[in-house]
């Protein structure tokens, strides 16, 4: 079975940032990624859908800010992971995020892409994404058959120990 890619989205207005972070997200995970980029939120918008994986979005855009793309992005896909990267550093402003659904805030600096680069390991490599992703089955499920799983290792290895 071929791995199906994740659908990322970069979108900022800063047009050397933007193409030098798709080539550096590329370089890292060139084979599990299909990476748009977008330069202001409404063009980001019009191509949401329930194929949207990952969005690593700024707050300073041209039109709507991040904060309202953020809820607007909720709307269309709650599944949607999205990574708030941006300079402002107002705590207020972080707190909106994460209540809007963010599933982190990233302060624009030396460190920022290698924590971004840990972000999207974890959205494509957590197990539980992976099998909702690449059997379709529901997030209940996907748990369910993990616990299954762990719970048969658990008693293979007790039963192992016993005899």
């Given at each position: 079975m071929e791995t199906q890619k994740l659908n990322l989205f970069i979108v900022d207005d800063n047009r050397s940032m933007v193409v030098a972070l798709k080539q550096y997200l590329q370089s890292r995970f060139g084979l599990d990624l299909n990476i748009s980029t977008f330069y202001d939120g409404e063009s980001c918008l019009e191509k949401i859908d329930k194929n949207t994986h990952i969005v690593i979005l700024d707050h300073f855009l041209n039109g709507k800010?991040?904060?309202?793309?953020?809820?607007?992005?909720?709307e269309i896909n709650p599944k949607t992971e999205v990574?708030?990267?941006t300079s402002n550093e107002d705590i207020s402003?972080?707190?909106?995020?994460?209540?809007?659904?963010?599933?982190?805030?990233?302060?624009?600096?030396?460190s920022s892409w290698k924590k971004i680069t840990k972000l999207v390991y974890h959205v494509i490599t957590e197990p539980i994404r992976i099998i909702v992703r690449e059997f379709g089955v529901s997030k209940f499920m996907a748990i369910f058959l993990l616990t299954f799983l762990l719970m048969g290792v658990v008693v293979m290895v007790v039963l192992h120990s016993i005899s």
């Open positions: 800010n991040g904060l309202e793309v953020l809820k607007e992005i909720k990574i708030m990267l402003l972080a707190i909106q995020s994460f209540r809007s659904g963010a599933i982190d805030y990233v302060i624009k600096g030396p």
